[in-house]
């Protein structure tokens, strides 16, 4: 699952990686812009979601993130793997994998490295 939280309005990277992972024949849901942390809690629940990658390029991944992992958790989902891709500064993304992310992509990450992660996380073909 691709989420876009928040106010961000940037969304060509999360369609681009939403695409390369449907081509590397990955199931793909797209949950568009502007969604809560509930909302991306609640769709990934319902989906039965395997990851959920977070595309962020507004500058709120320390508040919106660690509610989308609190969300999951307290849904008995933490088996979810957490994903981040964006604009994330290093101490950040520091502190956000001790709170749960799996790994962080920033731009221009390969999309076949994106791939390989989650393929060998999830153990999704």
Same mark, same amino acid.
């Given at each position: 699952?691709?989420?876009?939280?928040?106010? *961000?309005?940037?969304?060509?990277g999360?369609?681009i990686i939403a695409?390369?992972?449907? *081509?590397?024949?990955?199931?793909?849901?797209?949950?568009?812009?502007?969604q809560?942390?509930?909302?991306?809690?609640?769709?990934?629940?319902?989906? *039965?979601?395997d990851?959920?990658?977070?595309?962020?390029?507004?500058?709120?991944?320390?508040?919106?993130?660690?509610?989308?992992?609190?969300?999951?958790?307290?849904?008995?989902?933490?088996?979810?793997?957490?994903?981040v891709?964006g604009?994330?500064?290093a *101490?950040?993304?520091?502190?956000?994998?001790?709170?749960?992310?799996?790994?962080?992509?920033?731009?221009?990450?390969?999309?076949?490295?994106?791939?390989?992660?989650?393929?060998?996380?999830?153990?999704?073909?």
């Open positions: 699952m691709i989420a876009k939280p928040g106010h *961000d309005g940037h969304d060509r999360a369609k695409r390369a992972l449907r *081509d590397a024949g990955m199931e793909v849901i797209y949950t568009g812009l502007h809560t942390p509930e909302q991306i809690v609640e769709t990934a629940i319902q989906e *039965d979601a990851a959920v990658g977070i595309s962020i390029l507004s500058g709120a991944h320390m508040t919106l993130v660690p509610r989308i992992i609190e969300g999951l958790r307290a849904q008995g989902a933490d088996d979810v793997l957490v994903v891709g604009t994330i500064p *101490d950040d993304a520091a502190e956000l994998i001790e709170g749960g992310v799996s790994a962080i992509f920033t731009p221009g990450a390969p999309t076949g490295e994106i791939i390989e992660f989650l393929r060998s996380a999830t153990a999704v073909v």
